[in-house]
């Protein structure tokens, strides 16, 4: 098992149109706003496009920025994808970060860096982030990669106040799993462990368990241990959290 989770404060206003057109008309009302932030929540794969399916649409689009424009708009986008030669752009309403693409030159694919789901089925919150606890059987790496395709991360707890809600709701759940996996790693192989996010950065408040971390070199990944009251221990990255 493991934890995503995102802030609530990445979200894009969402608003209703009669058509995609609409879009391109308000796009520039709204370009001022948006151009400057999607700088930071986009990420952009060039020569690649989404696949066509059921749930894309392909609109008319002026340029690659307003293609990024209606998928920030719309509320079951987080992926996009932009054609400079015949101004196609694909839109896909999966609610997923992690679509299926493919080679394809004159196409660039747009992901959202940070997106919440609109269906977010036994959510739960705490201030500004919303977490999701996936019961999943898997390594550390993947369960990573499982929460980026989900529009999340690995849980990083920046306060004990968060910490102690996410307790209580693991041991409310009490689903007799051994431990959840946690966005710590030790990229210093030395006695302390890191947030993913901020490898260079002191965690601000530590919940780790007696004597951990223990091993440095070989259990480099970080969950919370049932056998601790979920408290924080190193373990083995391959070590699938059950």
């Known amino acids: 098992m493991y934890f995503t989770f995102n802030n609530e404060e990445a979200r894009f206003p969402v608003y209703n149109f009669n058509n995609y057109s ?4 308000y796009y520039y009302t709204m370009h001022a706003e948006i151009i400057e932030k999607k700088k930071n929540i986009l990420t952009v794969k060039r020569t690649e496009t989404t696949l066509s399916s059921h749930y894309t649409s392909d609109v008319y689009s002026k340029s690659q920025s307003t293609c990024a424009t209606m998928c920030l708009l ?15 752009c694909r839109l896909d309403r999966t609610e997923n970060c992690c679509v299926a693409t493919d080679i394809a030159t004159g196409w660039n694919v747009m992901t959202r860096n940070q997106y919440v789901p609109m269906t977010c089925a036994g959510c739960i919150s705490f201030g500004n982030s919303v977490y999701s606890i996936i019961e999943d059987l898997t390594e550390w790496e993947k369960a990573k990669g ?7 991360d690995l849980l990083e707890l920046e306060t004990s106040e968060e910490n102690e809600f996410i307790k209580n709701e693991v041991r409310t759940l009490n689903t007799g799993v051994d431990a959840y996996s946690i966005g710590g790693y030790n990229f210093n192989n030395d006695n302390d462990m890191e947030w993913i996010s901020k490898p260079n950065q002191v965690r601000p408040f530590s919940d780790m368990a007696p004597g951990q971390p223990n091993d440095p ?3 480099i990944c970080m969950g919370m241990w049932r056998v601790y009251d979920f408290r924080w221990t190193d373990h083995y990255c391959d070590y699938s959290a059950p």
């Open 22 to 25: 609409d879009y391109n008309t």
């Open 74 to 88: 719309h509320d079951k986008c987080c992926v996009a994808s932009f054609s400079d030669e015949s101004s196609i």
């Open 146 to 152: 499982n929460c980026k395709c989900q529009g999340g």
């Open 217 to 219: 070199i070989d259990q």
